[in-house]
T-cell receptor, first 113, second 111 residues
Framework: DAGVIQSPRHEVTEMGQEVTLRCKPI?????LFWYRQTMMRGLELLIY????????DSGMPEDRFSAKMPNASFSTLKIQPSEPRDSAVYFC???????????FGSGTRLTVV | DAKTTQPTSMDCAEGRAANLPCNHS???????VYWYRQIHSQGPQYIIH???NNETNEMASLIITEDRKSSTLILPHATLRDTAVYYC????????????FGDGTTLTVKP
């Protein structure tokens, strides 16, 4: 298995632009998570899905952030409009079952200038 | 989720066992203990998890105290590639997905 695949690996964008991060979970996994990591705040859970349904989005910082999972093999995290404080590494992770360990992707490093 | 407490940093000599402690005194009966590590610039990597019994896999062993208020991750023969930040997390089935990563322990394996 290729693991959790995220794209792009790096994204540099100007403030105010829309940014879309993509994630392909491991086939058969029924949970998908989006995390954000910064030096100041560490790893933060933004949102997670179970069977493609958003379960908890309380970690989404504000309305500028949205996430979708149209099918079991694809999810997106969108920021519109982007701001410099959104600069971070965004990780996607998936798992099979609620008690299993998570498999993380390699992350997307977002820089908003 | 129950909160966890870990030392900020630890050193270990290459080839020796690395023992990483974690306190989780407010753990509930249905909550598991999970360990992950993050090597610089990479995504976190799952290591092991357990409920009450000790667990072992190809990467590490997990020792959970009888009262479940603390645990120890053991890397039996640490290598330089084990240098990473190690996170101890507590989470239950009912709140799956709510795993909160704290600051973890930075383990430095020295030659």
């Amino acid at each position: 298995d290729a693991g959790v695949i995220q794209s792009p690996r790096h994204e540099v964008t100007e403030m105010g632009q829309e940014v879309t991060l993509r994630c392909k979970p491991i086939s058969g996994h029924d949970y998908l998570f989006w995390y954000r990591q910064t030096m100041m705040r560490g790893l933060e859970l933004l949102i997670y899905f179970n069977n493609n349904v958003p379960i908890d989005d309380s970690g989404m910082p504000e309305d500028r952030f949205s996430a979708k999972m149209p099918n079991a093999s694809f999810s997106t995290l969108k920021i519109q409009p982007s701001e410099p404080r959104d600069s971070a590494v965004y990780f996607c992770a998936s798992s099979f079952g609620g008690a299993a360990g998570y498999t993380f992707g390699s992350g997307t490093r977002l820089t908003v200038v | 989720d129950a909160k966890t407490t870990q030392p900020t940093s630890m050193d270990c000599a290459e080839g020796r066992a690395a023992n990483l402690p974690c306190n989780h005194s407010t753990i509930s009966g249905n909550e598991y203990v999970y360990w992950y590590r993050q090597i610089h610039s990479q995504g976190p990597q799952y290591i092991i998890h357990g409920l009450k019994n000790n667990e072992t896999n190809e990467m590490a062993s997990l020792i959970i105290t009888e009262d479940r208020k603390s645990s120890t991750l053991i890397l039996p023969h640490a290598t330089l590639r084990d240098t990473a930040v190690y996170y101890c997390i507590v989470s239950g089935l009912l709140n799956a997905g709510k795993s909160t990563f704290g600051d973890g322990t930075t383990l430095t394996v020295k030659p």
